[in-house]
């Protein structure tokens, strides 16, 4: 079968928008991604999130080995504009980037400002796995207590995200997504405690 445009996307419009509002909520996005038949060289949950949320007036910037190959294909498909990191509405930070692209991609991503916290930029992660295994906490809207969540190799974000987003309603939003077509959004009202909570 193949991947509908319309029905498929929106589908995977009304997981992520369900991941987002209730943080630690983890999606799956695999009937979609099978319906997939072209190599994107990424996930292809990133790869459907670009193709629901990139259009002409939307800025990105891939973090890759193949960043070119890639870049050029999304660009393609959805007429998105390339950027840098500093003024780009979505970052992807794809499975082969070093780990220093997502600390600069932090850092450098662009927190909005008080009349418009809205425009702050998305960064899509790639990684090796997401699952609600107790490593860290999550606490805020849209949690009634707590959740818990666990994103593989490294948690070295946790820290710089919340440095990033100590100034609310400045701050980024952060979208994993993994090899088994997971999906989790992390609001920039969600916070992220390391050590296990009760």
């Known amino acids: 079968m193949k991947l509908d445009l319309v029905h498929d996307i929106q589908t995977v419009y009304r997981q992520t928008l369900d991941s987002m509002s209730r943080p630690g909520l983890i999606r799956n996005l695999r009937d979609q991604v099978s319906k997939m038949k072209i190599e994107v060289g990424c996930y292809g949950s990133t790869f459907l999130l670009a193709l629901m949320l990139f259009d002409t007036e939307v800025k990105f910037k891939v973090c890759s080995e193949d960043e070119a190959e890639i870049t050029k294909l999304i660009n393609q498909l959805t007429y998105a504009k390339v ?11 794809l499975k082969d980037a070093k780990a220093e692209d997502l600390e600069l991609a932090i850092k450098r991503a662009y927190s909005g400002d008080l009349l418009d916290p809205h425009k702050a ?11 609600n295994e107790r490593n860290l906490t999550l606490r805020g809207p849209g949690i009634e207590k707590v959740h818990y969540i666990d994103v593989k190799p490294s948690d070295r974000w946790v820290d710089l995200r919340a440095e990033k987003n100590s100034e609310y309603p400045l701050g980024i939003d952060l979208i994993f997504t993994d090899r088994d077509d997971n999906l989790l959004c992390l609001p920039r009202t969600t916070q992220i405690l390391k050590q296990v909570v009760g």
């Open 121 to 131: 930029a998305t960064i899509i992660i790639e990684a090796d796995a997401v699952n």
């Open 83 to 93: 950027t840098e990191l500093e003024s780009a509405d979505y970052i992807l930070i």
